[in-house]
């Protein structure tokens, strides 16, 4: 990093602890401070949270090789699915979010369309029988407390999904 003024290395530095080393997407710290902006800017915001059914299976059998190559592919083919200011992170293991800034629920019905194809694309160009389950919140109205609150919220309605079945997913728009 010779040659580098201090300012270029923070910005380096803070990049870095903000991306997901496999993915190169952006990591649980990164969606909280996006999350946090969009709150605070005003507005409908919409969240999806984002989990693989059936990757632990996939690992099992597979090797964790092979699932980190499914990661690793499923962060590009997500964003052809967003809008030039929407947000994609990995939040660990095989849990994904998506913040829609200025988004309601049809905006967010209309995108999380283009993701599951998307991520149905990848899966099948791996010859993997993994599907996904997504939570959905959008706010509008009040913002909630906190992006904790928001992310806590679309956290509870993906579990739901996995609970009724797997490979589907739910909305709920908080006022």
Request: net charge neutral; proline share 3%.
């Amino acid at each position: 990093r010779a040659g580098l003024t201090v300012t270029e290395r923070l910005r380096a530095s803070h990049r870095q602890a903000a991306t997901d080393d496999l993915t190169g997407l952006g990591n649980r710290r990164h969606l909280l401070e996006r999350l946090e902006q969009a709150i605070a800017g005003g507005g409908e915001v919409a969240l999806l949270l984002i989990d693989l059914d059936g990757f632990k299976e996939l690992n099992d059998t597979l090797g964790h090789h092979a699932g980190d190559r499914v990661l690793a592919q499923l962060g590009p083919r997500i964003r052809t699915a967003l809008r030039g200011d929407d947000h994609v992170a990995r939040l660990g293991g095989d849990e994904f979010a998506v913040l829609l800034p200025n988004t309601d629920l049809a905006g967010a019905q209309s995108v999380i369309d283009k993701a599951r194809g998307a991520l149905a694309a990848a899966l099948q160009a791996e010859r993997l029988a993994v599907t996904c389950s997504i939570g959905t919140v959008t706010f509008v109205g009040p913002p909630p407390q906190s992006a904790a609150e928001a992310l806590r919220a679309a956290d509870d309605l993906m579990y739901e999904v996995k609970a009724r079945g797997k490979n589907a997913a739910a909305f709920v728009q908080r006022n």
